[in-house]
């Protein structure tokens, strides 16, 4: 099964004093990847930067580089788009027995954008965290797969977690927020990548968007009016990676849209940069997800 989507997403920051100057990197164009293609789409910017650059990061995810070099009072950041997102098959779990994970990541080789061994360690915002790590581990029962370790914890995580997105902020710690354990997406997949990784399966972040209008008879899923985040895990070498969505403890499908994988948020933030200012500045930000 396969679903297109007409999205949009709009980034804005009004600033109390001007902005002197700013440079900016935009990672909002979704990737194109075996499960899911960028029909058309476009980032774009009001005003227009005095300088851009297109190009790609070292995770395959799409960037955008602008630069305004003039007095700016407010700016805005814009994609629109359309996105062919194909369905998961499922079958079988053929993930390998959660103890013999290490030997299978020996077997691998290679240290491209989509090795695991980038995922295994700790990252700019993943230090490891002992209280995490006991929680995961109490998830895991012997013998269980790598595949089924990691429905286990997304689930428990899910049951522990009250979505809550007055409770944190972008700057949470995932120990704050498991300690709460309240949350949004971005805290309860920083949790759930932080487990894993204790357990020794390495684990990345994705943000991307959801579907806004859920199929008839449906319940509306948590974070679909703004940008989404969910968890992939690499499961052995016969399954590979494996995405799944604890805030609503399900594998991502269909009504996910990817834009960007990394280690953690920090990889695939989607807007981030510098200005010369000073004051407050208000941000916003607005998206629009719309089957075909």
Same mark, same amino acid.
């Given at each position: 099964?396969?679903?297109?989507?007409?999205?949009?997403?709009?980034?804005?920051?009004?600033?109390?004093?001007?902005?002197? @100057?700013?440079?900016?990197?935009?990672?909002?164009?979704?990737?194109?990847?075996? #499960?899911?293609?960028?029909?058309? $789409?476009?980032?774009?910017?009001?005003?227009?930067? *005095?300088?851009?650059?297109?190009?790609?990061?070292?995770? $395959?995810? =799409?960037?955008?580089?602008?630069?305004?070099?003039?007095?700016?009072?407010?700016?805005?950041?814009?994609?629109?788009?359309?996105?062919?997102?194909?369905?998961?098959?499922?079958?079988?779990?053929?993930?390998?027995?959660?103890?013999?994970? !290490?030997?299978?990541?020996?077997?691998?080789?290679?240290? /491209? !954008?989509?090795?695991?061994?980038?995922?295994?360690?700790?990252?700019?915002?993943?230090?490891?965290?002992?209280?995490?790590?006991?929680?995961?581990?109490?998830?895991?029962? !012997?013998?269980?797969?790598?595949?089924?370790?990691?429905?286990?914890? %997304?689930?428990?995580?899910?049951?522990? &977690?009250?979505? *809550?997105?007055?409770?944190?902020?972008?700057?949470?710690? =995932?120990?704050?927020? &498991?300690?709460?354990?309240?949350?949004?997406?971005?805290?309860?997949?920083?949790?759930?990548?932080? /487990?894993?990784? @204790?357990?020794?399966?390495?684990?990345?972040?994705?943000? $991307?968007?959801?579907?806004?209008?859920? !199929?008839?008879?449906? #319940?509306?899923?948590?974070?679909? +009016?703004?940008?989404?985040?969910?968890?992939?895990?690499?499961?052995?070498?016969?399954? /590979?990676?494996?995405?799944?969505?604890?805030?609503?403890?399900?594998?991502?499908?269909?009504?996910?849209?990817?834009? @960007?994988?990394?280690? +953690?948020?920090?990889?695939?933030?989607?807007?981030?940069?510098?200005?010369? %200012?000073?004051?407050?500045?208000?941000?916003?930000?607005?998206?629009?997800?719309?089957?075909?």
């Amino acid at each position: 099964m396969s679903q297109s989507y007409d999205i949009t997403l709009k980034i804005a920051y009004l600033y109390e004093s001007p902005a002197a @100057a700013s440079r900016t990197l935009l990672r909002m164009l979704p990737r194109n990847l075996p #499960e899911q293609q960028l029909l058309y $789409g476009v980032v774009t910017t009001n005003p227009a930067p *005095d300088y851009r650059l297109d190009d790609i990061d070292f995770f $395959g995810n =799409p960037t955008t580089e602008v630069s305004h070099e003039r007095r700016l009072s407010e700016i805005e950041f814009l994609f629109r788009g359309r996105v062919l997102r194909h369905g998961d098959a499922g079958g079988l779990d053929l993930s390998c027995a959660l103890d013999s994970l !290490p030997r299978e990541l020996a077997q691998i080789h290679s240290i /491209g !954008p989509a090795s695991p061994h980038h995922f295994l360690g700790a990252s700019p915002r993943l230090p490891a965290e002992p209280e995490i790590a006991a929680f995961a581990r109490d998830c895991a029962r !012997p013998g269980m797969s790598a595949l089924a370790a990691a429905d286990a914890l %997304s689930l428990a995580l899910h049951d522990a &977690f009250d979505f *809550d997105p007055e409770a944190t902020e972008v700057t949470t710690t =995932p120990i704050e927020a &498991f300690r709460a354990r309240r949350g949004v997406c971005q805290d309860i997949s920083h949790v759930m990548i932080t /487990g894993l990784r @204790a357990l020794g399966i390495p684990a990345g972040y994705v943000s $991307g968007f959801l579907r806004t209008i859920p !199929p008839k008879g449906q #319940e509306r899923l948590a974070g679909a +009016d703004a940008m989404h985040a969910w968890v992939r895990a690499w499961c052995g070498g016969e399954t /590979g990676w494996v995405e799944f969505d604890p805030t609503n403890a399900i594998r991502a499908g269909t009504d996910h849209v990817t834009v @960007a994988i990394g280690r +953690d948020y920090s990889d695939v933030a989607p807007a981030k940069g510098s200005l010369r %200012s000073e004051g407050s500045h208000d941000t916003t930000h607005q998206v629009d997800v719309v089957p075909v």
